[in-house]
């Protein structure tokens, strides 16, 4: 019987949406879930009650999840390996500058030299012959 | 922005670099290895993006600085991933002790990224690589995880405090 009871006792204080509340604390407020579970919430003291207990629990938890410092021996070897790293890499604004300016260079050597292939391309032949047939037509005529 | 500005910008980074990869790696050396490799793979990978920063006059580029900061925490992320499998067994006393890092890797990734970094879940997921519902997954197993283990703590302080739990 005493079992029986206690399954009756949780049974009406158990809502069908309170296994969904624990997803309010990470969900963005904006998000529409989140503004339908609140909207719950205002209107189930089940759910309210266990997502108040759930923060809390949540919030003493915090304590636990570490915020490791950095030896300042760590710290230093970092900043000289980074400062290598920089060297190494050829990442000093004049040598960027001098590889931005060659690349200009290649395009508008690229583009000059379509141009010239397209001269002498299969469309411009048909439009010279084209020209060429309506400037004798004019002539022609007039 | 000059090299050097960037160059100063990750220097200033390494506690937070450092304490993300000491989470997934809880070994000072290894975790401080983690972060050079970091951003050696960084300025290899996303040469362009660190050259285009370089050349950019304008001073404000806020946005590429925080391009920068979540492409390192992706890379300590993926990185460490690969490290943990082969370092495994050499972390099996830290999480033994229970508390934080007996959370699965993910769990513990996501949890830090969230709390500690204070990161939102759509960052979370470009630094994861995860989705969304696997991000809310991890999250929610992990605080489980936590609060059972403040509880049984309490508990464990209550019997050593006289045995009233």
Same mark, same amino acid.
């Given at each position: 019987?005493?079992?029986? %009871?206690?399954?009756?006792?949780?049974?009406?204080?158990q &809502?069908?949406?309170?296994?969904?509340? $624990?997803?309010?604390l990470? =969900?963005?407020k904006?998000?529409?879930? %989140?503004?339908?579970?609140?909207?719950?919430?205002?209107? &189930?003291?089940? &759910?309210?009650?266990e997502?108040?207990?759930?923060?809390?629990?949540?919030?003493?938890?915090?304590?636990?999840?570490?915020? *490791? =410092?950095?030896?300042?021996d760590?710290?230093?070897?970092?900043?000289r390996? *980074?400062?290598?790293?920089?060297?190494?890499?050829?990442?000093?604004?004049?040598? /960027?500058?001098?590889?931005?300016?060659?690349?200009?260079?290649?395009?508008?050597?690229? =583009?000059?030299?379509?141009?010239?292939?397209?001269l002498?391309?299969k469309?411009?032949?048909k439009? $010279?012959?084209?020209?060429?047939?309506?400037?004798?037509?004019?002539?022609?005529? /007039? | 922005?000059?090299?050097?500005?960037?160059?100063?910008?990750?220097? !200033?980074?390494?506690p937070?670099?450092?304490?993300?990869?000491?989470?997934l790696?809880?070994?000072?050396?290894?975790?401080?290895?983690?972060?050079?490799?970091?951003?050696?793979?960084?300025?290899?990978q996303?040469?362009?993006?660190?050259?285009?920063?370089s050349l950019?006059k !304008?001073?404000?580029? @806020?946005?590429? +600085?925080?391009?920068?900061?979540?492409?390192?925490?992706?890379?300590?992320?993926e +990185?460490?991933?690969? @490290?943990?499998?082969? +370092?495994?067994?050499?972390?099996?006393?830290?999480?033994?002790?229970?508390?934080?890092?007996? +959370?699965?890797?993910?769990?513990?990734a996501?949890?830090?990224?969230?709390?500690?970094?204070?990161?939102?879940l759509?960052?979370?997921?470009?630094?994861?690589? !995860?989705?969304?519902?696997?991000?809310m997954?991890?999250?929610?197993?992990? @605080?489980?995880?936590?609060?059972?283990?403040?509880?049984?703590?309490?508990?464990?302080?209550?019997l050593?405090?006289?045995g009233?739990?």
């Amino acid at each position: 019987m005493p079992q029986e %009871y206690s399954f009756n006792k949780n049974f009406s204080r158990q &809502c069908v949406h309170t296994k969904n509340i $624990y997803s309010l604390l990470d =969900m963005p407020k904006q998000e529409e879930a %989140y503004k339908r579970l609140n909207k719950h919430i205002e209107s &189930c003291a089940v &759910c309210a009650d266990e997502l108040k207990k759930f923060q809390s629990k949540t919030l003493a938890a915090q304590a636990f999840i570490p915020k *490791v =410092m950095m030896a300042r021996d760590l710290r230093q070897s970092f900043d000289r390996e *980074v400062g290598e790293l920089f060297k190494i890499m050829d990442l000093n604004e004049r040598e /960027l500058l001098k590889k931005n300016v060659k690349k200009g260079f290649r395009f508008i050597d690229s =583009m000059g030299a379509g141009f010239l292939k397209n001269l002498g391309s299969k469309a411009m032949i048909k439009a $010279y012959v084209l020209a060429a047939l309506m400037f004798l037509a004019l002539k022609f005529i /007039l | 922005m000059k090299t050097e500005e960037l160059q100063k910008f990750i220097q !200033n980074l390494s506690p937070d670099l450092y304490s993300f990869a000491y989470v997934l790696i809880p070994d000072d050396l290894q975790a401080s290895q983690l972060m050079i490799d970091c951003v050696q793979s960084f300025l290899i990978q996303k040469k362009p993006l660190v050259e285009k920063m370089s050349l950019t006059k !304008n001073k404000i580029v @806020r946005n590429l +600085l925080d391009e920068t900061k979540f492409h390192l925490f992706k890379i300590i992320f993926e +990185l460490s991933r690969k @490290r943990y499998q082969q +370092l495994k067994l050499s972390f099996s006393d830290v999480e033994q002790d229970g508390g934080f890092f007996s +959370l699965e890797f993910d769990e513990k990734a996501a949890l830090y990224l969230k709390e500690k970094a204070g990161l939102e879940l759509d960052q979370i997921e470009f630094i994861t690589g !995860n989705t969304r519902a696997e991000i809310m997954s991890h999250l929610y197993s992990a @605080r489980i995880k936590m609060t059972e283990l403040i509880s049984n703590k309490n508990n464990f302080d209550g019997l050593e405090s006289g045995g009233v739990a």
